[in-house]
């Protein structure tokens, strides 16, 4: 038996945020792996995003690079389309074996409204859930069951890391530099 995490978002860039949430989720839970896959359209975010779904994914690819417990996954940016999570860990369900177990990895931003996500029970059917502390967000959700991690240290968001490319503003620090330096090869 496997212990799998599954950690979707946009990634609009990868940031150390990403990866430190992945390595706590990892080490807290016993994951022996975590699957990073990208978002092509997410249905929850408003905003456009930054950088086309290739850039993310080649920026998660370089991101991830010599970590061997750490994968990318092309799903939900090859099927096109909103993605919704219920789909997409019903795909990876299907790929492993039965007896694995697969961790479905939020912030904790994002497990408070976990509740209005499409087909939610059927997601808790075939996932556990995993919350990763945000700073400034409340812990959790009432209405779900889920495994609590800590990540100390860092608060960051890809958001305000767009911003900061946006208004010519330095990201040094804030993503991997492998990251970086993709960004600024391609002028992105």
Same mark, same amino acid.
């Given at each position: 038996?496997?212990?799998?995490?599954?950690?979707?978002?946009?990634?609009? +860039?990868? *940031?150390?945020? *990403?990866?430190?949430?992945?390595?706590?989720?990892?080490?807290?839970?016993?994951?022996?792996?975590?699957?990073?896959? +990208?978002?092509?359209?997410?249905?929850?975010?408003?905003?456009?995003?930054?950088?086309?779904?290739?850039?993310?994914?080649?920026?998660?690819?370089?991101?991830?690079?010599?970590? *061997?417990? @750490?994968?990318?996954?092309? @799903?939900?940016?090859?099927?096109?389309?909103?993605?919704?999570?219920?789909?997409?860990?019903?795909?990876?369900? #299907?790929?492993?074996?039965?007896?694995?177990?697969?961790?479905?990895?939020?912030?904790?931003?994002?497990?408070?409204?976990?509740?209005?996500?499409?087909?939610?029970?059927?997601?808790?059917?075939?996932?556990?859930?995993?919350?990763?502390?945000? +700073?400034?967000? +409340?812990?959790?959700?009432?209405?779900?069951?889920?495994?609590?991690?800590?990540?100390?240290?860092?608060?960051?968001?890809?958001? #305000?890391?767009?911003?900061?490319?946006?208004?010519?503003?330095?990201?040094?620090?804030?993503?991997?530099?492998?990251?970086?330096?993709?960004?600024?090869? *391609?002028?992105?």
């Amino acid at each position: 038996m496997k212990k799998i995490g599954l950690f979707g978002g946009t990634f609009d +860039p990868v *940031h150390l945020g *990403h990866l430190l949430m992945a390595r706590a989720a990892m080490e807290q839970m016993g994951l022996d792996k975590v699957i990073f896959i +990208p978002s092509c359209v997410p249905p929850h975010k408003k905003a456009a995003t930054l950088f086309t779904a290739p850039d993310r994914l080649k920026m998660i690819l370089t991101a991830i690079k010599g970590i *061997h417990e @750490f994968e990318v996954s092309d @799903f939900e940016i090859s099927k096109g389309g909103k993605s919704y999570s219920v789909d997409t860990v019903r795909h990876f369900r #299907e790929l492993s074996d039965s007896a694995d177990k697969l961790y479905f990895i939020v912030g904790g931003d994002a497990i408070t409204q976990l509740d209005t996500w499409k087909d939610v029970d059927i997601l808790k059917s075939m996932c556990s859930f995993v919350s990763v502390n945000r +700073p400034g967000y +409340p812990r959790g959700n009432e209405k779900l069951k889920y495994h609590a991690v800590t990540m100390n240290g860092i608060e960051m968001s890809s958001t #305000e890391i767009r911003k900061r490319i946006l208004s010519g503003k330095s990201i040094q620090f804030l993503v991997p530099d492998a990251v970086l330096s993709y960004i600024k090869r *391609h002028h992105l």
